[in-house]
């Protein structure tokens, strides 16, 4: 117990103080980089699905997938449609963001998407890299002729890691420059939170949620939250991480 309130504390500050570096605003660059073009298309992006070739620079993006739609904001591109997958209502964007739109995108399904509002919004280009991984979801988009961005290799159940979707997002719109960018603001920002607050190091963690049955579940695998933690230097509890699902991979339940 007492190393319990000295590692939330330490906890709290660097979440603070990530939470206040955001990313560039729309259009914009760091400070002191040169602006890269749009990127060279046709671009070809590997995913589970296979290879998904972008014939040309997308100008109507729907971003379906757990927060492509604001990798791609952070990226400079504003898509037509996003799913709200935290539920935050109007634009689908927390407070935490500091990118914004200048026309609010028009919110679409999450778990089961709309194939009829998602194709009224004419789009050239779908993203759905944080997804389930379903082949039958996957095989449904594609059927509205545009390309569909899927999960990485290995990322079924919501596991493609934050690398990879700005890596891949970053590709298909053209912005591959500005996301190698923003991967290496991001890592400096781990690394100072890192060496800013050693007592992190090695400290073990559970993360967790409550849902709507009253359960609570305990994250394990390579769920996001606790690759965000690991980051930071820390490692899951081993009596979480040793309690695996077959239902869902990257959790561990209970009620409670």
């Known amino acids: 117990m007492r190393r319990t309130l000295p590692l939330f504390a330490g906890l709290l500050i660097v979440l603070m103080l990530l939470a206040g570096c955001g990313s560039p605003e729309p259009g914009t660059t760091p400070s002191g980089a040169t602006p890269s073009g749009d990127g060279a298309f046709p671009v070809t992006v590997p995913t589970a699905f296979g290879d998904v070739t972008v014939p040309e620079q997308p100008r109507r993006v729907v971003a379906l997938g757990w927060s492509d739609a604001e990798t791609a904001l952070a990226l400079g591109v504003e ?109 400096r920002r781990f690394a100072d939170a890192r060496a800013q607050h050693p007592q992190l190091q090695g400290a073990t963690v559970v993360s967790g949620a409550r849902n709507t049955l009253g359960e609570y579940a305990a994250y394990t695998g390579e769920s996001g939250r606790l690759a965000f933690l690991k980051e930071l230097g820390m490692v899951n509890a081993p009596q979480i991480e040793s309690q695996r699902t077959d239902g869902f991979p990257s959790r561990s339940r209970g009620s409670g």
């Open 79 to 187: 898509p037509v449609g996003a799913a709200d997958w935290l539920a935050v209502g109007g634009d689908g964007l927390g407070p935490w963001g500091q990118a914004r739109y200048t026309t609010p995108p028009q919110i679409l399904g999450t778990l089961e998407v709309d194939l009829e509002a998602v194709a009224a919004l004419d789009p050239d280009l779908i993203l759905d890299t944080r997804s389930s991984g379903d082949r039958e979801r996957h095989d449904r988009l594609t059927q509205l002729g545009v390309p569909v961005i899927g999960i990485p290799a290995g990322g079924e159940n919501y596991k493609t890691t934050w690398r990879d979707q700005l890596r891949m997002v970053g590709a298909a719109v053209g912005k591959p420059q500005e996301a190698a960018r923003a991967q290496a603001d991001l890592e």
